[in-house]
């Protein structure tokens, strides 16, 4: 089974940046679905971007405009480049990976999460 990693969490103030990574222990050519979810304390489990195989994108709109989800195929990696942050932002973000058989049935892994804290 795949494994998922994420790194590129930590403290940053409000308007800043952040660049997350998960990198991934096969390729990530063999996974359907790789995007970001984030848990804020208290709160449940959101959806924050996605990207497909073949390059497909989506993002919720509390971060549209300021949150780019990319993948580099070479590395094994996907990225959430997180940019004008704010204090909602803060959460756990996790990474996660939709695995074939198919785009309704699959094999869904999470990572462990990097935390992400925005504070002034």
């Known amino acids: 089974q795949v494994q998922l990693m994420e790194s590129g969490g930590g403290l940053v103030q409000p308007g800043g940046s952040l660049r997350l990574s998960c990198a991934a222990s096969?390729?990530?050519?063999?996974?359907?679905?790789m995007g970001w979810y984030r848990q804020a304390p208290g709160k449940e489990r959101e959806s924050v971007a996605g990207?497909?195989?073949?390059?497909?994108?989506n993002y919720a709109d509390s971060v549209k405009g300021r949150f780019t989800i990319s993948k580099d195929n070479a590395k094994n990696t996907v990225y959430l480049q997180m940019n004008s942050l704010k204090t909602e932002d803060t959460a756990v973000y996790y990474c996660?990976?939709?695995?074939?058989?198919?785009?309704?049935?699959?094999?869904?892994?999470w990572g462990q999460g990097t935390r992400v804290t925005v504070s002034p």
């Open positions: 996660d990976a939709r695995i074939p058989p198919g785009w309704t049935k699959y094999t869904e892994v």
């Open positions: 096969e390729s990530i050519l063999s996974i359907n679905s």
């Open positions: 990207i497909t195989r073949g390059g497909t994108t």
